[in-house]
């Protein structure tokens, strides 16, 4: 009789997709409601690039070497800045608990939050990219490298930012001490991504490194939610 | 077997038992560091192409493998403590951490004066080992000061011990990125390990065993107090402390 009413409700519960669509949608109309949220990282990312001709010497040469560095640096700490709301704002306003009990399996709306997290912070850095690595003499041919790089890293930074937002939620002090936790686990993607771009720069073989971040980005698909949600069930005890 | 196993698990008879284990492990560990120190400073020959610099190796080789070797206990325990919830497990993880640290520290440190006389420069950004060596170290400290601020000692468990899983699955693909990385700078000009000769390959030997047994000592000592901080409120190390031996 139980059995028979638990598998009623279970199919009244609509599926995994829709829970997906659902908390991206959700994230994705906050974050219109609220541009600063999305602009402020960008505006960010935009200054680290000005930064750096300041404080090394505008000379083209210099510039056109240390681009490729500078620009992946910049998105690595954009990526970072932005990834501290990313459960804080749920986890005060008590949504967070919201989608905790939910029967909707939580890696999946996990992974809904992230998607909505990297459309509004690392495609917006893709896009804003070309602007900044024309500045810096980066070639046309270059650029589209570098887009393709960005792209395919911001998803790895974005599930694997949002583990250490998921276990620094809650907790003052959270922004240094998650830069401290991830910035040691985003070195390989930022080591893939700034090199490969740097070898198309000096005309040599890249795809090594497009390979291995698509790899990558593929890996923390599909592991990093399940890691996030452990620790948003540890975090909310 | 598994009888004693779950024994081991409690915390107050694991807490008798490392008292006995301890001296057995530091003190073994402690002479034959000793005898390695002399064989390796005095006795060994002089390499014919690093001269006496090579001699930190002695130092250096086994705090680099115990430093790998506690980031392996500290997520095997942590996972350990996640899945069967032993609360054994968790005081392993807390009390690896500090050490591997510090074994990260004496190892990067040995290796930049070693680095001195042999490449020119206390720090060489383009050696591969060096950087996966130091981005360990950032690990470990990530680590630490995730549980350091956690004030509940169980979500401080179970959230650094998620961390630690995460982390392992990294430094393979850390070592590997910076690997890649390295080749695009340079060759390997980490000069090739040939064949060691025997008269120095045993200290060496000799060094890792006992660097690995002070370490064992070390840490159940760390757990000890990790043991003794987590049960303050219990009945057994009250009444511990209580008796006439005073919990020696």
């Known amino acids: ?108 709306l996990v992974l809904g939050k992230t998607l909505a997290h990297w459309l509004t912070s690392g495609l917006p850095l893709v896009f804003v990219s070309p602007i900044l690595a024309v500045t810096y003499r980066m070639p046309l041919s270059v650029v589209g490298v570098m887009m393709l790089t960005l792209g395919l890293g911001t998803i790895s930074l974005s599930l694997l930012g949002s583990i250490g937002a998921a276990l620094t939620v809650g907790l003052h002090r959270g922004t240094a001490l998650l830069s401290l936790l991830i910035l040691p686990l985003a070195m390989p993607i930022m080591i893939l991504g700034a090199n490969a771009v740097s070898l198309a720069a000096s005309n040599d073989i890249y795809s090594t490194g497009i390979w291995a971040l698509g790899a990558y980005a593929i890996a923390s698909l599909s592991l990093a939610p399940y890691a996030t949600a452990a620790a948003l069930r540890i975090s909310n005890e | 077997m598994w009888k004693w196993f779950h024994q081991l698990a409690s915390p107050p008879h694991f807490y008798r038992i490392s008292a006995i284990l301890s001296p057995w492990l530091a003190i073994p560990g402690l002479i ?112 630490m000061a995730l549980r350091s601020s956690i004030d509940d000692t169980t979500k401080a468990d179970k959230a650094s011990a998620v961390l630690a899983l995460v982390g392992i699955v990294n430094v393979v693909i850390v070592h590997f990125s910076v690997e890649w990385w390295s080749s695009l700078h340079q060759g390997q000009t980490v000069f090739k390990k040939g064949t060691m000769d025997a008269d120095m390959r045993i200290p060496l030997l000799i060094m890792l065993v006992g660097f690995t047994l002070l370490f064992g000592s070390m840490l159940l000592r760390r757990i000890r107090t990790e043991v003794l901080y987590r049960e303050r409120r219990t009945r057994w190390v009250r009444e511990m402390i209580l008796s006439p031996e005073g919990g020696a």
């Open chain 2, 32 to 143: 034959m560091i000793a005898y390695a120190a002399w064989q390796g400073l005095f006795v060994v020959p002089m390499d014919y192409q690093q001269g006496d610099a090579f001699r930190i190796i002695y130092v250096h080789v086994p705090s680099a493998y115990l430093s790998m070797m506690a980031y392996m206990i500290m997520a095997t325990s942590g996972a350990i403590g996640l899945i069967w919830r032993l609360k054994l497990s968790h005081a392993v993880a807390a009390a690896a951490a500090p050490i591997g640290a510090g074994f990260t520290f004496l190892a990067l440190c040995t290796g930049s004066i070693w680095g001195r006389p042999m490449w020119g420069t206390w720090w060489e950004w383009g050696d591969p080992r060096m950087m996966s060596e130091l981005i360990l170290l950032f690990l470990y400290f990530g680590y």
């Open chain 1, 1 to 108: 009789m139980n059995r028979k009413r638990e598998n009623e409700v279970q199919s009244e519960i609509p599926g995994i997709f829709t829970g997906l669509a659902a908390t991206a949608k959700r994230d994705l109309l906050l974050a219109w409601k609220r541009p600063g949220d999305v602009l402020n990282p960008l505006f960010f990312f935009a200054m680290v690039c000005t930064l750096f001709p300041l404080a090394i010497g505008p000379s083209a040469e210099q510039l056109e070497f240390s681009g490729p560095g500078v620009l992946w640096v910049a998105a690595l700490l954009a990526t970072l800045l932005s990834l501290n709301s990313l459960f804080i704002s749920d986890f005060e306003d008590g949504s967070l608990d919201q989608l905790l009990v939910s029967p909707q399996p939580l890696p999946i």
